[in-house]
Structure formats: structure tokens, C-alpha cells
């Protein structure tokens, strides 16, 4: 691999600044200087230093963000803050981007990450990738939501009404709803609980398969993943066990009416 593209993958810089500081001498290769930004390395074997610094090697990064409400899911906007803004500057890496999308006004647990083939996965209802949601309703919930879920609640979609696949419920507070989802149409909790005749007014995605949310990470802020702790979002949880871990770890944060 060139020297250039491997500083470009690991680093937030540009290609044209990785070049000129290649080329001023800022760059060493088993501790000598080399200025050649065309000169082959070895991720595994070459140890490779930036401006004094060494640069570690992988070949894909992964970010746990808690989103904040008011953020939008996407890599650049010219408007709007959205949740790459989010990241310091240097671990604004080029091919990062969101896997999925939470709307505007949820928060929680977004994997962004320079792996196209892993976000893929995770989206693609196909994989049956398990989200597990906390939301916060209006009016008292109603164990009927279970079977109707359950059975695949009908929403509209342009001009008809297609079934979801079906969904887990489970209640943790007299207004408060857990939901397990396997796909992610536009809007789904908020428009599930609207069509079985409830408001969501709150909504926390706490958890993706077995990867939670940290619970003492702070909404806006985010932690660097590996591979493995990755790779959790595809492992299997139930919805049980999730609600457990929800009502431990949420009750004092944005809930306050747990029971
Ligand atoms: N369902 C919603 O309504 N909103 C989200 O952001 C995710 C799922």
C-alpha cells in the first residue's frame, strides 16, 4: 500500500496535506525520514510515525455515538449540525458514515463507521438485526399493543397500508414501552404507537442485537469501538433481557415515571 493512502485511511487529513507533509520530512518508516509519498508500506509490519506521532493501523473504525435529539442523521448538510459534526476533527476519518438513521428528535445508539459492509448489515432487514427502543407515551400503555405488533401492525405507505414485520412490546413503566424491531421504516416507532392509537413523546434507542448504549455516555458524546465490540450488534439478544437492562440503567435519565 502507498504511504499517502495509508496515512489517508487512519488519519482525518487531506490528501494534498499528507502529501506536503510527507514531502517536508514529517513522516518516518521504521524511523527514517521519507519524503516519497508513493513509497509502498506494510500496514501490519511498517511502524509509521506523523509528526512524531505513531499512527496505529486498522483497517476499519467504528464509532458509538449517543445521538442527541436536534442532530440529523447524515454525513454533511449545509444547514443543519449533523451527527459527523459531532466527532472531533481528528477522528473525522473520510469514509465514515452513519449505519442507519434515527430521526431528528431520537437519541441513542448510532454506529458510525467506515465499514460498508457491516452498516449494510446492520440496516438490511434481511439480517433481522435487532433494535431494541425505549419510548415514552402519552397515554397509559395498553398490553393490547403486544398481539398487534406482534401480528404486524399495518402502517400507511403512499397510497396503501403495508404490514411491518413483526415486533416485540413489553411495558417498564406505566407510560413506558420497550419495542424490538427488525427493520427500520421512516418513522416506525413514533408511527406504530400513533396507529395503535398512542403518542410517543419521547424515544431513546438504547440497543443494536447485544451492543448497548454505555449508560454513562453523555447524549452528544461517543467512544471509539474494535472490531469485536462491533461485531455485538449482530449477536442475539431478547427482548427480556434488554428491558432489564433498560429499566437498570435508564429510570434515571430522561424517564421519570418508572414504576
Ligand atoms: N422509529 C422512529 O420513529 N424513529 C427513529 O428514529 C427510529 C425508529
Known amino acids: 500500500m502507498r504511504l499517502d493512502r495509508f496515512l489517508s485511511g487512519q488519519t482525518a487529513l487531506s490528501r494534498r496535506e499528507l ?18 509519498p508513493e513509497t509502498a508500506v506494510s500496514p501490519e509490519r511498517d511502524r509509521i510515525t506523523l509528526q512524531g506521532r505513531a499512527v496505529q493501523y486498522s483497517e476499519f473504525h467504528h464509532f458509538l455515538l449517543h445521538k442527541p435529539a436536534g442532530v ?41 463507521t467506515d465499514d460498508g459492509t457491516r452498516a449494510h448489515k446492520m440496516i438490511s432487514p434481511k439480517h433481522h438485526t435487532a433494535k431494541y427502543y425505549l419510548a415514552q407515551l402519552a ?7 403486544e398481539a398487534l405488533f406482534r401480528s404486524g401492525i399495518l402502517l ?15 411495558q417498564i413503566g406505566e407510560r413506558l414501552a420497550v419495542l424490538e424491531l427488525h427493520e427500520g421504516k421512516y418513522h416506525q416507532v413514533r408511527r406504530m404507537f400513533a396507529a395503535a392509537g398512542n403518542h410517543v413523546t419521547h424515544l431513546l434507542r438504547f ?12 447524549a452528544g458524546g461517543y467512544i471509539n469501538i474494535l472490531n469485536k465490540d462491533a461485531d455485538k450488534a449482530f449477536q442475539n439478544s431478547s427482548i427480556s433481557d434488554a ?3 433498560c429499566a437498570r440503567h435508564y429510570s434515571s435519565y430522561w424517564i421519570k415515571d418508572l414504576k
Open 19 to 36: 502529501t506536503e507533509l510527507i514531502r517536508g520530512g514529517s513522516v518516518t518508516v521504521n524511523d527514517a525520514v521519507i519524503r516519497r
Open 72 to 112: 440529523i442523521t447524515a454525513s454533511r448538510d449545509p444547514k443543519q449540525k449533523t451527527v459527523l459534526d459531532l466527532l472531533g476533527s481528528a477522528d473525522r476519518l473520510p469514509k465514515l458514515a452513519p449505519a442507519g438513521r434515527l430521526d431528528l428528535d431520537t437519541e441513542g445508539l448510532l454506529l458510525i
Open 139 to 145: 397515554e397509559p400503555y395498553d398490553t393490547e399493543y
Open 156 to 170: 400507511r405507505e403512499g397510497g396503501s397500508e403495508e404490514p411491518c414485520l413483526p415486533a416485540e412490546c413489553m
Open 207 to 218: 440497543q443494536v442485537g447485544a451492543l448497548c448504549l454505555p449508560p454513562d455516555l453523555p
Open 243 to 245: 428491558a432489564a437492562f
